[in-house]
């Protein structure tokens, strides 16, 4: 069946870029492990290196990982996609496609800290400046525009923190100025958010999360609004090389076909943890986009299809209280990452940003306090459970409820 007349959600899911092989009637789409593909004749490779219909090079294009690209595109309403060998091989891609010497990014603050970093300590090098705003409030991002910006780089929800920023307002902003404006897409996945339908000219995912599902692939995905900006960025991709392999393609192809299904469970469960940990005494306070209470709780009803799967919080206690919560889980996994069918559990002060320092800590918004959980496919009561005994044993030892 045509892709265009694909209709829900799931179905789109299932279908998009992923069809019968042609030859065979195979079901899956065959992984065709071959680096290189032979021409039929010296003027056959001729053409297809002049940019006719044919496959060179598996870095070039692949079979396999090409049903991948259309399949993303297809869910974000893209021109078409690239395969990343991570996200942040995607995300390197698209910095070295827009930036360079001269060249300005605004960006949010409280992004992936290796899409950060990257910008700090290397792209620095090459001359190129960035501003990082909390750009949950727009304004801060339109005071960060200068004559030489050529990127606005957001994501949302940003990580771990869950703040929102509005994709229509900054897609004006980066356009008023000249700017293209990418977004990373993982947290929400496609199934909840598009962020191309609201103005972004690039969309990233880290495929590894929620695209893939299932805690076993690394991968990433670039997909772009236009073909003129899907052709920029393929060039510096496939020479850069974080190009992707058409094994890696073919998991994250199987457990796409899920992501409806997981996503759908992830965050109603994800839904229910976030009440019962809003009701509990050794719990300060819940940051969830489905809560009322979440500060944008409005912008999340208005971009995004569902409120995803992550919930951070405070637990009583501090540094302390955040340890032995996490030392406590017994059916959560402590680890970091997201996206997977099983719950994962983190406490970034005493895990992944303990050799920060405090004050660069507190200023992203990661107070000692925060746990957070990455919810996943399991039966709610039992992650409830789990949650119970494990705040207990968190707040043993402190005075709540006072
Ligand atoms: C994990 C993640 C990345 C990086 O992806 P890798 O596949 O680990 O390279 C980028 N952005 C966000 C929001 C992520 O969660």
Same mark, same amino acid.
């Not at 032979?38 to 940019?51: D, L, P, T």
């Not at 500060?295 to 540094?319: C, D, K, T």
């Not at 996490?326 to 559990?345: C, N, Q």
């Given at each position: ?296 709780? =409005?912008?999340? *009803?208005?971009?995004?299809?569902? @409120? ?5 919080? %405070? &637990?009583?206690? +501090? !540094? ?60 709610? =009561?039992?992650? *409830?459970?789990?949650?119970?005994? @494990? ?5 043993? %030892? &402190?005075?709540? +409820? !006072?």
């Amino acid at each position: 069946m045509d892709d265009k007349r694909l209709k829900g959600p799931n179905t789109k899911i299932i279908h998009a870029g992923q069809h019968p092989d042609a030859e065979t009637g195979a079901v899956s789409v065959p992984i065709y492990q071959s680096s290189t593909f032979a021409f039929e004749s010296a003027e056959h490779g001729a053409a297809c290196f002049r940019g006719e219909p044919g496959y060179k090079y598996t870095r070039l294009a692949n079979p396999t990982t090409e049903a991948l690209e259309r399949s993303v595109a297809f869910l974000e309403g893209a021109a078409g996609g690239l395969g990343a060998a991570t996200g942040m091989a995607a995300i390197n891609s698209v910095y070295m496609t827009l930036l360079g010497a001269g060249k300005h990014v605004v960006a949010t603050d409280a992004m992936y800290g290796p899409s950060r970093t990257i910008l700090e300590t290397e792209f620095s090098r090459f001359g190129v400046e960035a501003d990082f705003v909390d750009s949950s409030d727009s304004d801060n991002v339109a005071r960060a525009m200068r004559p030489d910006t050529a990127l606005v780089y957001i994501e949302t929800p940003a990580n771990p923190t869950l703040k929102l920023t509005d994709i229509e307002t900054c897609a004006e902003i980066a356009h008023a100025h000249g700017a293209v404006l990418a977004a990373d897409n993982t947290f929400a996945s496609p199934y909840l958010q598009n962020p191309i339908a609201l103005g972004a000219d690039i969309v990233v995912h880290s495929m590894t999360k929620y695209i893939n599902g299932h805690s076993d692939v690394v991968a990433g995905m670039i997909v772009a609004s236009d073909e003129e900006m899907l052709e920029r960025l393929r060039k510096v991709h496939v020479n850069l090389g974080g190009t992707m392999d058409p094994h890696q393609a073919w998991l994250v192809l199987r457990g796409i076909k899920t992501l409806g299904l997981r996503v759908e469970k992830a965050q109603a469960n994800a839904m229910q943890l976030a009440r019962y940990l809003e009701a509990h005494p050794a719990v300060d306070w819940v940051r969830y986009p489905g809560l009322e209470s979440h500060p944008q709780h =409005e912008l999340a *009803l208005r971009q995004m299809r569902g @409120a995803g799967g992550i919930v951070s919080f %405070g &637990v009583v206690g +501090g !540094v302390e209280g955040g340890r032995r919560l996490i030392d406590a889980a017994e059916l959560m996994v402590r680890a970091v990452s997201l996206g997977g069918v099983e719950t994962l559990i983190e406490h970034p002060a005493s895990m992944t940003h303990k050799g920060v320092p405090a004050d660069e800590r507190l200023e992203a918004g990661i107070t000692d306090d925060l746990v957070r959980v990455a919810v996943g496919c399991e039966d709610a =009561e039992d992650l *409830l459970a789990d949650l119970e005994q @494990a705040l207990e044993q968190a707040a043993a %030892g &402190v005075t709540v +409820g !006072v």
